[in-house]
Nanobody
Framework: QVQPVESGGGLVQAGGSLRLSCTNSAPILSSYAIGWFRQAPGKEREFVAA????????YITDSVKGRFTISRDNAKNTVYLQMTSLRPEDTAVYYCAAHNGVGIPDVYDYWGQGTQVTVSS
């Protein structure tokens, strides 16, 4: 069963770092492309980063490029979003989503419940 679960959110000061993790209860996440999205209060959900199932392809949205990196450890059934130089505008609920396919997908089939990231100024 595919049910992504996010963890690692929290409260951090501006300029700080957090690492989010996305895992799944069943050891099958290695077969799925994973995307990270975020939704701030009063705003639409936006794409942040994605990684193919193999890890060979990644994509980072421009607003976080150079500050966020996405990686995966398929042996640990986990995908990471490393966030550095955090800004107050990065405050949002962060979601990971999974898609069983090749490359970087446009559509995701399975979504986690989200983890809150709050960056104080």
């Amino acid at each position: 069963q595919v049910q992504p679960v996010e963890s690692g959110g929290g409260l951090v000061q501006a300029g700080g770092s957090l690492r989010l993790s996305c895992t799944n209860s069943a050891p099958i996440l290695s077969s799925y492309a994973i995307g990270w999205f975020r939704q701030a209060p009063g705003k639409e959900r936006e794409f942040v980063a994605a990684i193919s199932w193999s890890g060979r392809s990644t994509y980072i949205t421009d607003s976080v490029k150079g500050r966020f990196t996405i990686s995966r450890d398929n042996a640990k059934n986990t995908v990471y979003l490393q966030m550095t130089s955090l800004r107050p505008e990065d405050t949002a609920v962060y979601y990971c989503a999974a898609h069983n396919g090749v490359g970087i997908p446009d559509v995701y089939d399975y979504w986690g419940q989200g983890t809150q990231v709050t960056v104080s100024s």
